[in-house]
């Protein structure tokens, strides 16, 4: 069974940083990856993708403050310079059908995490 699991969101101050993790399955290794973002009353938005090669796409609104890695086993979301409107629930996501040319739209991923909270203070 394909499962992905968030951890690391929780509340911090404006200006700290988080990390989030997300562990997968060997299923899923070398496929695209991503991790999405959704505010409430808003919809859910990318916010970094990477490929089988490790080639990251990033949304140029963040890319100079979140940082997409991964390992083996774990997708990571490196989070820095943390903003109140960054407060969100954080999802890491993966498409099956993709290695490479990882698409955008959420809608073109196949498995999804339960999602982790992130809350910035002001």
């Known amino acids: 069974q394909v499962q992905l699991q968030e951890s690391g969101g929780g509340s911090v101050q404006a200006g700290g940083s988080l990390r989030l993790s997300c562990a997968f399955g060997?299923?899923?290794?070398?496929?695209?990856m991503g991790w999405y973002r959704q505010a409430p009353g808003t919809e859910r938005e990318a916010v970094a993708l990477?490929?089988?090669?490790?080639k990251i796409t990033s949304t140029d609104a963040m890319k100079d403050r979140f940082t997409i890695s991964k390992d083996t086993d774990t997708l990571y979301l490196q989070m820095n310079s943390l903003k109140p409107e960054d407060t969100a629930m954080y999802y890491c996501?993966?498409?099956?059908?993709?290695?490479?040319?990882?698409?955008?739209?959420?809608?073109?991923?196949?498995?999804w995490g339960q999602g982790t909270q992130v809350t910035v203070l002001s």
């Open positions: 996501a993966a498409d099956r059908r993709r290695m490479w040319h990882c698409r955008w739209r959420q809608d073109g991923y196949t498995d």
């Open positions: 060997s299923s899923i290794r070398g496929y695209c």
């Open positions: 990477i490929d089988s090669d490790g």
